[in-house]
């Protein structure tokens, strides 16, 4: 968790016998482990406790085969998709923490924490009195569809959340797709060229929503075209009702040429990465087009 400003301690509040008491049962389902984290950042304010804090509190709230995919995954890790926390149990969690923490927490602020990290990053801000992190604005299926020259049932992406340099995004693999009829009948597994064709949706998206050249003309995104993908690795199977996460960053843009950086992660597990996808592109109203 790192908010991009060093900071080892915080001011806190010390607790009265009274507040220690209540927040001790408060805590009695939470692990030994978080409760004396709690405890002693509540007395030292050590930001280096937040982490495992973090963990713990929701931890405390899942059900029990779920909580070792907490403790197992990275920080993409989806709080409603991966870890099946409903809006009630995130309204529990957000009153254990501001009670843990001695922290408020505003129901607006909560709209866009969708994964671990956002949520470790937005407390970490919290608790120093820093600027809440700025995510970058998450599109869903019907806006990515209206934005890449893709459509369903060749459309892999259900969701992305676009940033300067780079995007996030999700495909769940429904089991009803296609090409899923003919590859492994019986065992159908996610093709390795579909998982780098999801990748580089998500890439040819971030290059229309967030590129302009000199002019203030956008990309056209029906002039963005593949170019070649080099150094790919693909480290698992990937099977009907797991979900997608793909993430790419750009490496590099000259007109006509952008090239990406990918990975995709199925609950925190590497399933596959890329070091570089090119596409070739042009701006909406330029001729002779690549």
């Known amino acids: 968790m790192n908010s991009g400003t060093e900071i080892d301690t915080v001011a806190v509040n010390p607790l009265t ?32 406790l937040l982490p495992g804090i973090v963990i713990g509190l929701i931890e405390r ?22 870890l099946r926390i409903d809006s009630l149990t995130m309204m529990e969690i957000v009153v ?28 970490d801000a919290k608790t120093k009195g820093l600027p809440l992190p700025q995510r970058g604005r998450l599109f869903g299926i019907e806006a990515i569809g209206a934005a890449v020259p893709h459509r369903p049932p060749f459309l892999f992406l259900n969701e992305a959340r676009v940033e300067k340099d ?12 296609d090409f899923l009829g003919g590859h492994f009948p019986g065992n159908p597994i996610m093709p ?44 698992r199977i990937c099977l009907p009702g797991e979900t997608l996460t793909l993430r790419i960053k750009l490496k590099h843009m000259r007109h006509p040429l952008a090239m990406f950086e990918g990975k995709i992660t199925v609950n925190g597990e590497s399933a596959a990465w890329a070091e570089e996808i090119s596409l070739t592109f042009d701006w909406v109203g330029v001729p002779g087009a690549h």
């Open 166 to 177: 780079t995007a996030i995004g999700t495909y769940t693999i429904t089991g009803e797709e």
């Open 61 to 82: 709230f899942l059900e029990p085969e779920v909580r070792p995919q907490l403790r197992s995954s990275d920080d993409s890790i989806r709080l409603v998709d991966d």
């Open 192 to 235: 390795a060229s579909i998982m780098l064709e999801a990748l580089g949706q998500l890439a040819v998206f971030h290059l229309v929503t967030t590129q302009k050249n000199g002019t203030g003309s956008v990309v056209d995104s029906s002039k963005v075209l593949f170019t070649s993908v080099e150094a790919v690795r693909c480290q």
């Open 96 to 123: 254990l923490v501001e009670e843990a923490l001695d922290i408020s927490i505003d129901n607006q602020e909560l709209r866009d924490l969708r994964t671990l990290d956002d949520v470790s990053c937005f407390i």
């Open 17 to 48: 016998l009274e507040e220690r008491a209540d927040l001790e049962e408060s805590l009695k389902r939470c692990s030994e482990e978080t409760r004396n984290a709690v405890f002693e950042f509540r007395e030292t304010g050590r930001v280096g």
